[in-house]
């Protein structure tokens, strides 16, 4: 009752895969994850987030994934663990 924004959730099989958040640029948000990839890949969504015309008190609300790509194929031996953006670079 005390939230200011109702939680949405981004995936809508978030729990039959791992979708780790490594961060963005606008509202291009890039993960890591094992879906459909045992050994982890890298996909960008687009995710954009607009104002509740409803009531503004209740701030920002996400709408939804409009596009999602691969940015980095899973390798066929080597596993994915960590990602990073660091000055705009992965």
């Known amino acids: 009752d005390n939230l200011k924004s109702k ?9 039959e895969a791992a979708y780790n958040y490594v961060g963005n640029l606008g509202s291009t948000y890039l993960f890591l994850t094992n879906k459909d990839a045992p050994n982890y890949k890298l996909i960008t969504a687009n995710i954009n987030a607009t104002s509740s015309k409803l009531n503004q008190s209740e701030g920002t609300q996400w709408s ?15 596993v994915v663990n960590f990602a990073g953006i660091v000055d705009e670079y992965v």
Not at 7 to 15: L, M, Q, R, Y
């Open 64 to 78: 939804h994934v409009s596009l999602v790509s691969t940015f980095l194929e899973e390798h066929p031996k080597n």
């Open 7 to 15: 939680i949405v959730p981004i995936f809508s099989d978030a729990t």
